[in-house]
Nanobody
Framework: QLQLVESGGGLVQPGGSLRLACVAS????????IGWFRQAPGKEREDISC????????NYADSVKGRFTISRDNAKNTVYLQMSSLKPEDTAVYYC????????????????WGQGTQVTVSS
């Protein structure tokens, strides 16, 4: 069974950058598309990005397009989310996720995600 562990969150000033990592174990990551979503207190979950199993296709929510970049290194079983020009409204817990079936994006319904990593954007 696929297991995912996120890391790389922290406190950053507005305009700053962070790179999140999602390390997979249990199964080879290169079979699956991987998505990132975020959850802020009092707000609905927001799906923000997805990358296909080969990395050839990516997509982004409008709220992060042009500022976030998703990538993957299947040899390292890792997916990354490079976040730049961060805003206070990006503050949330970030999760990487999969449905353990889809190789392409979008992923309709996630069934596996990690514990999340907190990103706080504040001066």
């Amino acid at each position: 069974q696929l297991q995912l562990v996120e890391s790389g969150g922290g406190l950053v000033q507005p305009g700053g950058s962070l790179r999140l990592a999602c390390v997979a174990s249990g199964e080879a990551l290169d079979y699956f598309a991987i998505g990132w979503f975020r959850q802020a207190p009092g707000k609905e979950r927001e799906d923000i990005s997805c990358i296909s199993h080969t990395g050839d296709t990516t997509n982004y929510a409008d709220s992060v397009k042009g500022r976030f970049t998703i990538s993957r290194d299947n040899a390292k079983n890792t997916v990354y989310l490079q976040m730049s020009s961060l805003k206070p409204e990006d503050t949330a817990v970030y999760y990487c996720a999969s449905d353990e079936v889809s190789a392409l994006c979008p992923i309709d319904k996630y069934d596996t995600w990690g514990q999340g990593t907190q990103v706080t954007v504040s001066s």
